[in-house]
């Protein structure tokens, strides 16, 4: 069997839909992270495949600014995952919920 | 003559205006004299003008100025001065000169004399306004005019519960009828585009029949308000809560007599509908019978007065629903004199006994108030219709007119004996009340004694203010044919003949004694010396008859069971139910409903970011489901229609 | 192998380029500075920041009298694109964060205010809300959009309470799934049309007819969902009331108008084209999108006890309400959009503001909150002008006439009145009406209630100075002179956005 | 000056409402006092220079605000909004003049002037945005009046009158708002301009949902029955210089609007509802009557009164004929007056006793004779005496309807007994039988302060019972132009039946212009 673009794009669906239901799912702050990255990366999987596909060069390098932006994320994100952290000594989602209504 | 005119026309409200200024200050008597002297004022012109009309003169007719005028509509303040308003002119200032004499001494202890003086003169200008204006709109304002000034008066002694409570029956009743006046105001106006008396009489004649039966009947319901006629007459008796001298000028003499001023004055429109007419005559006569027998069995002084004025209205409306204007009018001014002279004499008996007004419990007054007995006695006898007094010349040209029937349109002789046999039956009545009234109140036991009372004869000035009118009632007879000649033009009015010259004296005399028999009967079961105070034991008090007269047919419990008490508690639900609990109540359900759906959806916004997240997840959810149905759709829509025309939609 | 690149200097167009590079070399200067001498006073950074924002503002002045002249711009291999939407946009932005950044020089001290990264911080974000308007590259646009975003939570965080760090990683977070949404829906037009510029895209659909119509809704739901939520349209907006409340007055107002602009922009350029191919699917659900986040958001400030999140619901009302003009897609309901944002900014930032200068270090005990309605119980009596201007914001909000949000509301229902939407534009007017009651909450509080005891009045304006009160008069007279602007305002919207083709 | 007299009259007190700002709180009665005089005198100055000839608006003003979408300061007066505008000048000056001592009198005095602003733009807007902004403003002074200084409800009170309204006039902008579009259809040019809409005929069906549209936000301000129930509540809260303007001014807002708009701009509409407004006008004046009757509190009794009053307005409005129509704008002007004295004469008592029951009073006659008798003058104007200036209006506004219809006329006829129900009824519980409650035994009579604000209405209230011509006159005249406008303009046959033609045969061929130039 080849493995054709379909595949790649059932693969990054695939990989989105983990991702999501990880997003809702997870209640520390530092896995409900990492889902959101299976998130941005099941697109680049599929940016890449349609890049291929297509012959043509705007694909790669969205993924390569999609990955940058992940950097940036984990980066800022964490930042804020430590502060938090600090202030709390936890990071579990449900403490995270003072203002509601 | 127009000076005189407006002499007699504002004399009045500059009376009132005057003492208008003293309302709020302790009793001053020159109130009472300016108002006196300057209704009397309003007399004299009103004489002048009398004579003038008299010996042929024009009638004068001006006009002040615009009042209203918009679109096609154009009512001025215009005044005519004619035979028939002339005559009501001189009854309204002729008897109020004298109400108002006689008030200065009947008021005198009063706090509100001066407020009575300024509503007192109030009331002749609106009564002048109403008998000169040339137009119905006018007539209007003299109309209402003088409804706000009988409520001012029954209502004088306000802090009398009674009164005040009769003082809004009679205007709220004459509110009633004025609708009925103002909807017949319309009607002449879109049917003839004017409210003047010349314009609207002369398009009359151009008018169907049906619209001149609609314009009649508003117009005299209105007529039925103001005369207090079945079935708005309970105010009438009610009335008598206020200040005697009032019930004398308003409510016997002159705007009582408003609506069958209303009636002559509209001779023209009502003499093309003679059906419309009849069915005045007819509740006319059946009124007159009505309140003469209320007037058999009661036991207060002044309300057997109002009755009987109610009786005689019923005459006078007899007369002019059958045509004979120029009689009702003869009637009118004839039971101006005699029945104020009445009421003016009970307001001296109330005087002597403290505002007494049983006259179960006078009795014998006759040697401590001699001349009031006399006169009282003669304005009885007037009111009674004995020869010569001018009630015989009135009251019998009524009962003649009613045995020939309507003349005036048609020209078809329609016997009328049923009103006739009525009208005599009640003249007969009339007597009987009459003196079982004076042989209560003068004659017999002195029963007010037994009650602690110290009776005097009244001052010298409301004896000498009464005198005029019973002078005036004993020989305004006399003047029959000059005034027949006076109005006959005005008022198309014509002798009539009835059959033959025996038929006549047979009538005349047949009432005479039968009068005369009943005030026999009158004098022979009041004055002795069985008479007592009634205390609702004897045989003829328990009776069917005298409890349902005695309790005025319970039309006024009817009244306060059936209309006021359910007015009352429908306001009471339209507001508390309906109005706070559906309408206001929706309202606020509305705000209530979009508030409360912000209370309870609020929960959405727990706080916590896993919800938060599922929230979006699944908004994104809802919008891929709906993309997924409709690109569906779109891509077998053929399908589809397919589908379902095979399902036939 | 790649062939070489040749390409002139003139062809690259740079000075499109000027407006957003202009920002970002302020903000390395800052930076700079602060590493040759640290602890500056915040007075410096702001006028620096000021300057910046002052030169961003006059190169914004020359491209637009460029575009003016020659029409739509493209620069830097046709990624930039200057057209009257763009310069807009950008215009709004600017001014917006001219207006916002002397907030910064309050009274009290403030912790994020003391940082120059803060400044830089800020000056980067604008950057990148530049860079996101002022292109239809769909990689620019999610650069700029999350150079902006992650600068934003770093600076709702800089607030330092609790409530910050809550308001941030929740919005970061929402904000990281959002970024998601908008790559995975890039994607799915980049496989469907193999570009990713919306104009292309929009060529090469229209060319094939739309025959993988549902491919492209799912496309389109994708990049829906990612702007719903910059955009806080319901049920994306959960973020929005949080981080409203977490952050400093100040920012929650700042952040109620620049970003929405932006991603205003953005979704008038990708889905215009597609409202107007005709997807019925499309309107159905910006519809209901209109519809809900307009009426339950106006619902959910209705039973707000606290005036901040009152206002940040409120805020959500209005995007749903502007959200109206992307549905119509008319110039006229495009211009509109523009003048109810620019109307909205002047009027939204003064009340923040306001709440601002009266915010406390400490909350005292008989208050729930920081900005609770019973703090302002009686301000006429007490504080009558700061009374006064609240309630003229508050009368504005609530599109009483003549105060500036009237304009842009009329001339937005109208707008829907002339496509034909008479429902929506019955919608929108009732929903003004709802939203009236909240507003007066406030003015009811403020003008109609007894005083708490001990309360003179101070600390309604506790944190003034001489700038914040500069900046609320601007946003005052702005509000209640609006009517003499709205006409030249709206020939020169109504002209950028007609020669843009929307 | 005389170019600009109406910008003048409306913005005076508005900059001298910001002025009042710097004044001492003491001084503060005086110069209300002056400023209202001041304007009060520009009123007057405005009907001497006003030529009651003319049909049509006069001391046009014309300023564009929002070229590009049609909206300008456009003001004009005609009869029709003259004496309006005169008697909302006439009411803060008595308002301002007889205010007993209200705390924080120097906001008080602000916010009426600011009122006083927004109640003459009202009346001399004749654009229809500018029409709206004034008609939006003029709730907020009013809303801070009763919320500020008003009972124990007030806030309740203040938020539904404001919320209310507000609500319908939402509606009734988007109607604005359909409007310009169509006349924008027609022409190609954005415009608000009243003058211009009058000159657009639309098809019945727009006509009918325009209609609608315009008639929930008049409706509600009139207010028409089932959308009262804010009034009670408002002149039930409100102090008596807020029921006083409220009842006398901003009412009138909503009669005004449908005679300025709704006649003119959709006469087939107006003619095709006819009969159904007429049935809820009968139902205001029967069934709010009733209500009165069963009040306890003597300000509601008045307020259920005005709505009642209201009804006949509404009724002559909708006659479409001259008759009607001008009885039912002096109606306007007789009820302002009227149901004006009548709160400031509640409020009278309402300042010595602080309460409103009528079971508190009694006998007050009797303790106070003076103000039993200008509430006794004022009573009879409001149930319609002859002579007084409630009466030309009601006679001409019910002789007007009569025209189109008889039942429903004497149904709103029956009002003419209802009112004298409920107002004997109120007038006899205060003011007659014995003085019971010992509170009351040593009331002062009226004093000085509020005859100055009694005295005049009662003038106002027989002069122009007496002698309405010079009110009347040019209301006719203005009148006239409208109806004849509305006839030439409607389509229907029902219109054209229903809406007399006042132009006579002989001058057919310029009847026939005239609708060349509407086309």
Same mark, same amino acid.
């Given at each position: 069997?080849?493995?054709?673009?379909?595949?790649?794009?059932?693969?990054?669906?695939?990989?989105?839909?983990?991702?999501?239901?990880?997003?809702?799912?997870? *209640?520390?702050?530092?896995?409900?992270?990492?889902?959101?990255e299976?998130?941005?990366n099941?697109?680049?999987?599929?940016?890449?495949?349609?890049?291929?596909?297509?012959?043509?060069?705007?694909?790669?390098?969205?993924?390569?600014?999609?990955?940058?932006?992940?950097?940036?994320?984990?980066?800022?994100?964490l930042?804020?995952?430590?502060?938090?952290? *600090?202030?709390?000594?936890?990071?579990?989602?449900?403490?995270?919920?003072?203002? *509601?209504? | 003559?127009?000076?005189y005119?407006?002499?007699?026309?504002?004399?009045?409200?500059v009376?009132?205006?005057?003492?208008?200024?003293?309302?709020?200050?302790?009793?001053?008597?020159?109130?009472?004299?300016?108002?006196s002297?300057?209704?009397?004022?309003s007399?004299?012109?009103?004489?002048?003008?009398?004579?003038?009309?008299l010996?042929?003169?024009?009638?004068?007719?001006?006009?002040?100025?615009?009042?209203?005028?918009?679109?096609?509509?154009?009512?001025?303040?215009?005044?005519v001065?004619?035979?028939?308003?002339?005559?009501?002119?001189?009854?309204?200032?002729?008897?109020?000169?004298?109400?108002?004499?006689?008030?200065?001494?009947?008021?005198?202890?009063?706090?509100?004399?001066?407020?009575?003086?300024?509503?007192?003169?109030?009331?002749?200008?609106?009564?002048?306004?109403?008998?000169?204006?040339?137009?119905?709109?006018?007539?209007?304002?003299?109309?209402?005019?003088?409804?706000?000034?009988?409520?001012?008066?029954?209502?004088?002694?306000?802090?009398?519960?009674?009164?005040?409570?009769a003082?809004?029956?009679?205007?709220?009743?004459?509110?009633i009828?004025?609708?009925?006046?103002?909807?017949?105001?319309?009607?002449?106006?879109?049917?003839?585009?004017?409210?003047?008396?010349?314009?609207?009489?002369?398009?009359?004649?151009?008018?169907?029949?049906?619209?001149?039966?609609?314009?009649?009947?508003?117009?005299?319901?209105?007529?039925?308000?103001?005369?207090?006629q079945?079935?708005?007459?309970?105010?009438?008796?009610?009335?008598?809560?206020?200040?005697?001298?009032?019930?004398?000028?308003?409510?016997?003499?002159?705007?009582?007599?408003?609506?069958?001023?209303?009636?002559?004055?509209?001779?023209?429109?009502?003499?093309?509908?003679?059906?419309?007419?009849?069915?005045?005559?007819?509740?006319?006569?059946?009124?007159?019978?009505?309140?003469?027998?209320?007037?058999?069995?009661?036991?207060?002084?002044?309300?057997?007065?109002?009755?009987?004025t109610?009786?005689?209205l019923?005459?006078?409306?007899?007369?002019?629903?059958?045509?004979?204007?120029?009689?009702?009018?003869?009637?009118?001014?004839?039971?101006?004199?005699?029945?104020?002279?009445?009421?003016?004499?009970?307001?001296n008996?109330?005087?002597?006994?403290?505002?007494?007004?049983?006259?179960?419990?006078?009795?014998?007054l006759?040697?401590?108030?001699?001349?009031?007995?006399?006169?009282?006695?003669?304005?009885?006898?007037?009111?009674?219709g004995?020869?010569?007094?001018?009630?015989?010349?009135?009251?019998?040209?009524?009962?003649?007119?009613?045995?020939?029937?309507?003349?005036?349109?048609l020209?078809?002789?329609?016997h009328?004996?049923?009103?006739?046999?009525?009208?005599?039956?009640?003249?007969?009545?009339?007597?009987?009340?009459?003196?079982?009234?004076?042989?209560?109140?003068f004659?017999?036991?002195?029963?007010?004694?037994?009650?602690?009372?110290?009776?005097?004869?009244?001052?010298k000035?409301?004896?000498?203010?009464?005198?005029?009118?019973?002078?005036?009632?004993?020989?305004a007879?006399?003047?029959?044919?000059?005034?027949?000649?006076?109005?006959?033009?005005?008022?198309?009015?014509?002798?009539?003949?009835?059959?033959s010259?025996?038929?006549?004296?047979?009538?005349?005399?047949?009432?005479?004694?039968?009068?005369?028999?009943?005030?026999?009967?009158?004098?022979?079961?009041?004055?002795?010396?069985?008479?007592?105070?009634?205390?609702?034991?004897?045989?003829?008090?328990n009776?069917?008859?005298?409890?349902?007269?005695?309790?005025?047919?319970?039309?006024?419990?009817?009244?306060?069971?059936?209309?006021?008490?359910?007015y009352?508690?429908?306001?009471?639900?339209?507001?508390?139910?309906?109005?706070?609990?559906?309408?206001d109540?929706?309202?606020?359900?509305?705000?209530?409903?979009?508030?409360?759906?912000?209370?309870?959806?609020?929960?959405?916004?727990?706080?916590?970011?896993?919800?938060?997240?599922?929230?979006?997840?699944?908004?994104?959810?809802?919008?891929?489901?709906?993309?997924?149905?409709?690109?569906?759709?779109?891509?077998?829509?053929?399908?589809?229609?397919?589908?379902?025309?095979?399902?036939?939609? | 192998?790649l062939?070489?690149?040749?390409?002139?200097?003139?062809?690259?167009?740079?000075?499109?380029?000027?407006?957003?590079?202009i920002?970002?070399?302020?903000?390395?200067?800052?930076?700079?500075?602060?590493?040759?001498?640290?602890?500056?006073?915040?007075?410096?950074?702001?006028?620096?920041?000021?300057?910046?924002?002052?030169?961003?503002?006059?190169s914004?002045?020359?491209?637009?009298?460029?575009?003016?002249q020659?029409?739509?711009?493209?620069?830097?291999?046709?990624?930039?694109?200057?057209?009257?939407?763009?310069?807009?946009?950008?215009? +709004?932005?600017?001014?917006?964060?001219?207006?916002?950044?002397?907030?910064?020089?309050?009274?009290?001290?403030?912790?994020e205010?003391?940082?120059?990264?803060?400044?830089?911080?800020?000056?980067?974000?604008?950057?990148?809300?530049?860079?996101?308007?002022?292109?239809?590259n769909l990689?620019?646009?999610?650069?700029?959009?999350?150079?902006?975003?992650?600068?934003?939570?770093?600076?709702?965080?800089?607030?330092?309470?609790?409530?910050?760090?809550?308001?941030?990683?929740?919005?970061?977070?929402?904000?990281?799934?959002?970024?998601?949404?908008?790559?995975?829906?890039?994607?799915?037009?980049y496989?469907?049309?193999?570009?990713?510029?919306?104009?292309?895209?929009?060529?090469?659909?229209?060319?094939?007819?739309?025959?993988?119509?549902?491919?492209?809704?799912?496309?389109?739901?994708?990049?829906?969902?990612a702007?719903?939520?910059?955009?806080?349209?319901?049920?994306?907006?959960?973020?929005?009331?949080? +981080?409203?409340?977490?952050?400093?007055?100040?920012?929650?107002?700042y952040?109620?108008?620049?970003?929405?602009?932006?991603?205003?922009?953005?979704?008038?350029?990708?889905f215009?084209?597609?409202?107007?191919?005709?997807?019925?699917?499309?309107?159905?659900?910006?519809?209901?999108?209109?519809?809900?986040?307009?009426?339950?958001?106006?619902?959910?400030?209705?039973?707000?006890?606290?005036?901040?999140?009152?206002?940040?619901?409120?805020?959500?009302?209005?995007?749903?309400?502007?959200?109206?003009?992307?549905?119509?897609?008319?110039?006229?309901?495009?211009?509109?959009?523009?003048?109810?944002?620019?109307?909205?900014?002047?009027?939204?930032?003064?009340?923040?503001?306001?709440?601002?200068?009266?915010?406390?270090?400490s909350?005292?005990?008989?208050?729930?909150?920081?900005?609770?309605?019973?703090?302002?119980?009686?301000?006429?009596?007490?504080?009558?002008?700061?009374?006064?201007?609240?309630?003229?914001?508050?009368?504005?909000l609530?599109?009483?006439?003549?105060?500036?949000?009237?304009?842009? =509301?009329?001339?937005?229902?109208?707008?829907?009145?002339?496509?034909?939407?008479?429902?929506?534009?019955?919608?929108?007017?009732?929903?003004?009406?709802?939203?009236?009651?909240?507003?007066? =909450?406030?003015?009811?509080?403020?003008?109609? =209630?007894?005083?708490?005891?001990?309360n003179?009045?101070?600390?309604?304006?506790?944190?003034?100075?001489?700038?914040?009160?500069?900046?609320?008069?601007?946003?005052?007279?702005?509000?209640?002179?609006?009517?003499?602007?709205?006409?030249?305002?709206?020939?020169?919207?109504?002209?950028?956005?007609?020669?843009?083709?929307? | 000056?005389?170019?600009?007299?109406l910008?003048?009259?409306? $913005?005076?007190?508005?900059?001298?409402?910001v002025?009042?700002?710097?004044?001492?709180?003491?001084?503060?009665?005086?110069?209300?006092?002056?400023?209202?005089?001041?304007?009060?005198?520009?009123?007057?100055?405005?009907?001497?220079?006003?030529?009651?000839?003319? !049909?049509?608006?006069?001391?046009?003003?014309?300023?564009?605000?929002?070229?590009?979408?049609?909206?300008?300061?456009?003001?004009?007066?005609?009869?029709? !909004?003259?004496?309006?505008?005169?008697?909302?000048?006439?009411?803060?000056?008595?308002?301002?003049?007889?205010?007993?001592?209200?705390?924080?009198?120097?906001?008080?005095?602000?916010?009426?002037?600011?009122?006083?602003?927004?109640?003459?733009?009202? $009346?001399?807007?004749?654009?229809?945005?500018?029409?709206?902004?004034?008609?939006?403003?003029?709730?907020i002074p009013?809303?801070?009046?009763?919320?500020?200084?008003?009972?124990?409800?007030?806030?309740?009170?203040?938020?539904?009158?404001?919320?209310?309204?507000?609500t319908?006039?939402?509606?009734?902008?988007?109607?604005?708002?359909?409007?310009?579009?169509?006349?924008?259809?027609?022409?190609?040019?954005w415009?608000?301009?009243l003058?211009d809409?009058?000159?657009?005929?639309?098809?019945?069906?727009?006509?009918?949902?325009?209609?609608?549209?315009?008639?929930?936000?008049?409706?509600?301000?009139?207010?028409?029955?089932?959308?009262?129930?804010?009034?009670?509540?408002?002149?039930?809260?409100?102090?008596?210089?807020?029921?006083?303007?409220?009842?006398?001014?901003?009412l009138?807002?909503?009669?005004?609007?449908?005679?300025?708009?709704?006649?003119?701009?959709?006469?087939?509409?107006?003619?095709?509802?006819?009969?159904?407004?007429?049935?809820?006008?009968?139902?205001?004046?029967?069934?709010?009557?009733?209500?009165?009757?069963?009040?306890?509190?003597?300000?509601?009794?008045?307020?259920?009164? !005005?709505i009642?009053?209201?009804?006949?307005?509404?009724?002559?409005?909708?006659?479409?004929?001259?008759?009607?129509?001008?009885? #039912?704008?002096?109606?306007?002007?007789?009820?302002?007056v009227?149901?004006?004295a009548?709160?400031?004469?509640?409020?009278?008592?309402?300042?010595?006793?602080h309460?409103?029951?009528? !079971?508190?009073?009694?006998?007050?006659?009797?303790?106070?004779?003076?103000?039993?008798?200008?509430?006794?003058?004022?009573?009879?104007? #409001?149930?319609?005496?002859?002579?007084?200036?409630?009466?030309?209006?009601?006679?001409?506004?019910?002789?007007g309807?009569?025209?189109?219809?008889?039942?429903?006329?004497?149904?709103?006829?029956?009002?003419?007994?209802?009112?004298?129900?409920?107002?004997?009824?109120?007038?006899?519980?205060?003011?007659?039988?014995?003085?019971?409650?010992?509170?009351?035994?040593?009331?002062?009579?009226?004093?000085?302060?509020?005859?100055?604000?009694?005295?005049?209405?009662?003038?106002?209230?027989?002069?122009?019972?007496?002698?309405?011509?010079?009110?009347?006159?040019?209301?006719?005249?203005?009148?006239?132009?409208?109806?004849?406008?509305?006839?030439?303009?409607?389509?229907?046959?029902?219109?054209?039946?229903?809406?007399?033609?006042?132009?006579?045969?002989?001058?057919?061929?310029?009847?026939?212009?005239?609708?060349?130039?509407?086309?």
């Open positions: 069997m080849e493995i054709g673009l379909t595949h790649y794009l059932v693969l990054s669906t695939i990989l989105f839909a983990i991702g999501l239901v990880g997003v809702m799912r997870r *209640k520390n702050l530092l896995l409900l992270f990492f889902a959101t299976i998130l941005l099941a697109v680049n999987v599929a940016f890449a495949a349609i890049s291929h596909y297509y012959g043509d060069m705007t694909g790669q390098m969205f993924a390569f600014f999609v990955i940058a932006i992940a950097a940036s994320e984990v980066a800022v994100g930042g804020l995952l430590i502060v938090w952290y *600090k202030r709390h000594g936890s990071i579990d989602l449900d403490a995270l919920a003072t203002m *509601k209504g | 003559m127009e000076t005119l407006y002499i007699a026309l504002f004399a009045p409200l009376g009132s205006l005057f003492s208008a200024l003293f309302t709020a200050t302790p009793k001053k008597l020159f109130t009472g004299i300016v108002g002297l300057l209704i009397f004022t007399l004299v012109s009103s004489t002048i003008l009398l004579m003038y009309i010996k042929g003169g024009e009638p004068v007719h001006v006009t002040m100025m615009t009042w209203m005028a918009t679109g096609d509509l154009y009512i001025p303040f215009g005044f001065v004619d035979q028939i308003s002339v005559t009501m002119m001189m009854v309204v200032t002729l008897v109020s000169t004298v109400v108002h004499i006689y008030s200065i001494g009947y008021m005198d202890h009063d706090k509100g004399f001066n407020r009575f003086f300024a509503w007192l003169s109030a009331f002749v200008f609106s009564m002048m306004i109403l008998v000169m204006s040339d137009n119905y709109a006018g007539l209007f304002i003299g109309w209402e005019g003088v409804g706000l000034c009988s409520w001012g008066l029954i209502g004088f002694w306000y802090h009398k519960e009674s009164a005040t409570w003082a809004s029956e009679a205007f709220i009743m004459n509110r009828a004025d609708l009925g006046m103002l909807i017949g105001l319309f009607l002449v106006y879109w049917n003839t585009g004017t409210l003047q008396y010349d314009g609207a009489f002369a398009a009359f004649h151009t008018l169907d029949i049906s619209t001149l039966t609609w314009i009649g009947i508003f117009l005299f319901i209105g007529a039925m308000g103001k005369s207090a079945f079935p708005l007459h309970t105010w009438l008796a009610d009335a008598m809560e206020g200040p005697t001298p009032v019930s004398a000028l308003i409510h016997a003499a002159t705007m009582v007599t408003a609506g069958v001023y209303l009636v002559i004055r509209s001779h023209e429109l009502y003499s093309l509908i003679p059906h419309v007419g009849l069915f005045i005559a007819s509740l006319g006569a059946f009124v007159a019978l009505f309140a003469a027998s209320m007037a058999l069995v009661n036991r207060d002084m002044k309300r057997i007065i109002a009755y009987s109610l009786s005689q019923g005459y006078m409306f007899v007369a002019a629903g059958l045509g004979a204007y120029w009689v009702a009018l003869f009637h009118l001014m004839a039971h101006a004199f005699f029945k104020a002279a009445l009421f003016l004499g009970a307001g008996v109330m005087h002597a006994m403290d505002d007494e007004l049983d006259p179960f419990k006078m009795g014998g006759r040697k401590k108030m001699k001349w009031t007995w006399i006169m009282m006695g003669l304005a009885s006898l007037a009111l009674s004995i020869f010569p007094f001018a009630g015989f010349f009135s009251k019998d040209a009524i009962l003649e007119a009613a045995f020939v029937g309507n003349h005036t349109a020209h078809v002789m329609e009328h004996y049923i009103i006739y046999a009525v009208l005599l039956f009640t003249a007969g009545l009339t007597a009987f009340y009459s003196f079982r009234l004076v042989a209560l109140i004659h017999g036991e002195e029963r007010f004694k037994l009650f602690g009372f110290h009776p005097h004869e009244a001052a000035i409301m004896l000498l203010a009464i005198a005029p009118l019973v002078i005036l009632a004993i020989i007879g006399a003047f029959q044919t000059t005034f027949f000649e006076m109005v006959q033009e005005a008022l198309n009015a014509v002798e009539y003949h009835v059959h010259q025996i038929v006549v004296w047979i009538m005349t005399i047949g009432t005479q004694v039968f009068a005369i028999s009943m005030i026999i009967f009158a004098y022979v079961k009041y004055n002795n010396s069985r008479v007592s105070v009634p205390d609702g034991t004897s045989r003829l008090e009776s069917f008859i005298y409890k349902l007269l005695f309790n005025q047919y319970y039309i006024p419990h009817f009244y306060a069971e059936y209309i006021v008490k359910p009352r508690e429908i306001s009471e639900i339209f507001w508390t139910k309906v109005d706070l609990k559906i309408v109540a929706t309202v606020d359900g509305i705000a209530g409903i979009i508030y409360g759906t912000g209370e309870k959806t609020r929960q959405m916004q727990s706080g916590n970011l896993s919800t938060m997240l599922t929230w979006m997840v699944a908004g994104l959810v809802g919008l891929l489901s709906l993309a997924v149905v409709f690109g569906l759709t779109a891509r077998y829509s053929d399908e589809i229609l397919l589908f379902l025309s095979a399902l036939g939609v | 192998m062939a070489p690149i040749n390409i002139s200097m003139g062809s690259l167009n740079v000075m499109t380029l000027a407006p957003m590079l920002p970002i070399v302020g903000a390395l200067l800052i930076l700079v500075i602060d590493v040759i001498k640290g602890g500056l006073h915040k007075s410096l950074y702001v006028g620096l920041s000021l300057l910046f924002l002052a030169m961003d503002f006059f914004l002045l020359d491209a637009s009298n460029l575009f003016a020659n029409g739509t711009i493209l620069g830097m291999f046709d990624v930039m694109l200057i057209d009257g939407l763009a310069l807009l946009a950008q215009f +709004v932005i600017v001014l917006a964060s001219m207006l916002f950044i002397p907030l910064a020089l309050t009274h009290k001290r403030f912790h205010f003391s940082y120059p990264e803060f400044f830089a911080l800020f000056l980067f974000m604008i950057a990148g809300f530049q860079f996101m308007v002022a292109t239809d990689i620019l646009i999610f650069v700029g959009l999350e150079t902006s975003s992650l600068a934003l939570y770093t600076l709702i965080a800089m607030h330092n309470r609790d409530k910050s760090f809550e308001a941030a990683v929740k919005y970061f977070t929402m904000g990281a799934l959002a970024a998601g949404f908008f790559s995975f829906g890039a994607m799915i037009f496989a469907l049309t193999g570009s990713i510029e919306i104009n292309k895209i929009a060529l090469v659909l229209a060319s094939n007819g739309y025959t993988d119509i549902g491919y492209v809704l799912v496309g389109t739901a994708f990049m829906l969902a702007f719903a939520f910059k955009l806080s349209l319901i049920p994306f907006h959960t973020w929005a009331p949080d +981080v409203y409340e977490g952050s400093s007055a100040p920012m929650a107002g952040m109620s108008i620049v970003p929405k602009i932006a991603a205003f922009v953005v979704a008038m350029r990708f215009e084209f597609l409202v107007h191919s005709g997807i019925v699917w499309l309107d159905i659900v910006l519809y209901a999108f209109v519809i809900v986040t307009m009426t339950v958001a106006n619902m959910w400030a209705l039973v707000q006890t606290d005036v901040k999140r009152m206002l940040a619901y409120s805020s959500i009302s209005h995007a749903g309400f502007v959200m109206a003009a992307i549905l119509i897609g008319t110039t006229q309901a495009n211009s509109a959009l523009f003048l109810y944002w620019i109307l909205f900014s002047f009027t939204n930032l003064g009340s923040f503001s306001m709440l601002w200068i009266s915010r406390q270090k909350i005292p005990d008989h208050q729930m909150s920081d900005h609770s309605f019973d703090k302002f119980s009686g301000m006429i009596k007490t504080a009558p002008v700061p009374a006064m201007i609240m309630g003229l914001f508050m009368l504005s609530a599109g009483i006439p003549p105060f500036a949000l009237f304009w842009g =509301k009329i001339y937005l229902i109208s707008a829907a009145v002339t496509s034909g939407y008479t429902i929506l534009a019955l919608i929108m007017a009732l929903n003004s009406a709802i939203a009236g009651y909240y507003y007066l =909450k406030l003015i009811v509080y403020m003008f109609m =209630k007894e005083p708490v005891m001990g003179n009045g101070q600390m309604y304006v506790a944190n003034a100075t001489l700038a914040l009160k500069t900046i609320i008069g601007i946003a005052a007279v702005g509000t209640i002179f609006a009517f003499v602007a709205i006409n030249p305002l709206l020939e020169f919207i109504t002209d950028f956005v007609y020669n843009s083709g929307y | 000056m005389l170019d600009h007299i910008s003048l009259l409306i $913005f005076f007190p508005a900059l001298a409402a002025v009042g700002f710097m004044i001492q709180k003491e001084s503060m009665r005086a110069y209300g006092i002056s400023v209202a005089t001041i304007e009060f005198a520009l009123s007057l100055w405005l009907w001497y220079v006003f030529d009651g000839n003319v !049909s049509g608006m006069q001391f046009m003003e014309n300023i564009p605000l929002v070229q590009s979408f049609g909206i300008n300061y456009t003001l004009g007066v005609d009869g029709i !909004s003259l004496f309006i505008i005169i008697l909302s000048a006439f009411f803060t000056l008595l308002g301002i003049g007889s205010l007993t001592d209200t705390p924080n009198v120097k906001y008080m005095i602000i916010t009426l002037l600011f009122l006083q602003m927004t109640m003459v733009g009202v $009346f001399a807007a004749l654009d229809a945005i500018v029409f709206y902004i004034f008609w939006e403003l003029s709730l009013m809303l801070y009046i009763i919320g500020a200084w008003g009972g124990p409800l007030r806030i309740y009170a203040s938020v539904k009158f404001f919320l209310y309204t507000f319908g006039s939402l509606v009734m902008l988007v109607g604005m708002l359909f409007m310009a579009y169509f006349y924008y259809q027609a022409t190609g040019v415009s608000f301009a003058l809409w009058y000159r657009l005929i639309l098809p019945q069906s727009y006509q009918l949902w325009l209609f609608a549209a315009f008639f929930i936000g008049f409706a509600i301000k009139v207010p028409m029955f089932p959308f009262h129930t804010w009034l009670p509540y408002a002149h039930g809260q409100a102090p008596t210089i807020g029921s006083v303007i409220l009842a006398a001014i901003l009138k807002m909503g009669t005004y609007a449908f005679v300025r708009f709704s006649l003119p701009l959709f006469p087939d509409a107006s003619a095709y509802f006819m009969i159904p407004i007429a049935i809820l006008a009968v139902i205001m004046v029967i069934y709010t009557a009733m209500v009165a009757y069963a009040q306890k509190d003597i300000k509601q009794v008045i307020a259920y009164s !005005s009642s009053h209201m009804g006949i307005i509404i009724l002559g409005t909708f006659a479409l004929n001259v008759e009607g129509i001008s009885g #039912s704008i002096f109606l306007m002007l007789g009820h302002g009227v149901a004006g009548l709160f400031m004469l509640v409020g009278v008592i309402y300042d010595r006793r309460t409103k029951m009528m !079971s508190e009073f009694g006998g007050l006659a009797q303790v106070m004779p003076r103000y039993a008798t200008i509430f006794g003058i004022m009573m009879m104007a #409001s149930v319609g005496m002859p002579l007084t200036i409630n009466f030309v209006g009601e006679f001409l506004s019910l002789l309807f009569y025209q189109q219809s008889h039942i429903i006329t004497i149904l709103a006829g029956v009002g003419i007994i209802v009112g004298a129900i409920y107002m004997l009824g109120a007038y006899k519980k205060t003011f007659f039988g014995e003085v019971t409650n010992e509170k009351n035994k040593n009331l002062p009579d009226i004093n000085k302060k509020e005859l100055f604000g009694l005295i005049p209405l009662v003038i106002v209230a027989i002069w122009l019972g007496v002698y309405p011509k010079p009110v009347l006159g040019p209301i006719n005249k203005s009148v006239e132009s409208i109806v004849q406008l509305m006839h030439n303009k409607s389509t229907t046959e029902l219109a054209k039946k229903r809406i007399p033609n006042l132009v006579k045969p002989k001058v057919i061929i310029i009847k026939k212009t005239i609708i060349e130039e509407v086309h």
